[in-house]
T-cell receptor
């Protein structure tokens, strides 16, 4: 299947700094990518839908100024956690849909996740 | 709103044992149902899916049947292997949802020799 890669896979930062996480579709183009957050022993929570060339669509309760999403190309979406605090520590996962292979019903491919720890 | 409930883990089995991981859902309309698997250090991978009532999804010896009357999509495998050790997520995507998935909490499976 198609490959989605996230970088970095883990990051530790100081409180108040900003952290950028990249999500790349390696062998397909993705007009839409999704960002999830996973707390320990809890389900994946959809944070936002990233749309290439336009603004991201955020789920209710997710601060758009806190979690900046940019989808500048068909193979790259970035999530920037601004002014990070310890409560932002979590596992962040992205997924992407191969638009050409399946359109709106195509399979979603997931990255391996990025673990953020804010000290 | 939509929700998915799956059994808590970890589930520990001996190799060749029968596996059932329960999953029930709440959704409006006619959602599609999925099982994803996450092996250690890897991203989630689609294991199987079913898009309408009474459909059976199957892959790698795993099966799940879309039961609308009981709003369930239980995952089963007749004989597990050590290599099946992973975290399994049940999920749904509502009709017209554009692939927005609602996940369960995940169930960790440990298979021992």
């Amino acid at each position: 299947g198609a490959v989605v890669s996230q970088h970095p896979s883990w990051v530790i930062c100081k409180s108040g700094t900003s952290v950028k996480i990249e999500c790349r579709s390696l062998d397909f183009q993705a007009t839409t990518m999704f960002w999830y957050r996973q707390f320990p022993k809890q389900s994946l929570m959809l944070m936002a839908t990233s749309n290439e060339g336009s603004k991201a669509t955020y789920e209710q309760g997710v601060e758009k100024d806190k979690f900046l999403i940019n989808h500048a190309s068909l193979t790259l979406s970035t999530l920037t956690v601004t002014s990070a605090h310890p409560e932002d520590s979590s596992f962040y996962i992205c997924s992407a849909r191969d638009q050409l292979a399946g359109g709106n019903t195509g399979e979603l491919f997931f990255g391996e996740g990025s673990r953020l720890t804010v000290l | 709103g939509n929700s998915v409930t799956q059994m808590e883990g970890p589930v520990t089995l001996s190799e060749e044992a029968f596996l059932t991981i329960n999953c029930t859902y709440t959704a409006t309309g006619y959602p599609s149902l999925f099982w994803y698997v996450q092996y250690p250090g890897e991203g989630l991978q689609l294991l199987l899916k079913a898009t309408k009532a009474d459909d059976k999804g199957s892959n790698k010896g795993f099966e799940a049947t879309y039961r609308k009357e009981t709003t369930s999509f239980h995952l089963e495998k007749g004989s597990v292997q050590v290599s099946d050790s992973a975290v399994y997520f049940c999920a749904l995507s509502r009709t017209g949802g554009g692939n927005k998935l609602t996940f369960g909490t995940g169930t960790q499976l440990k298979v021992e020799l």
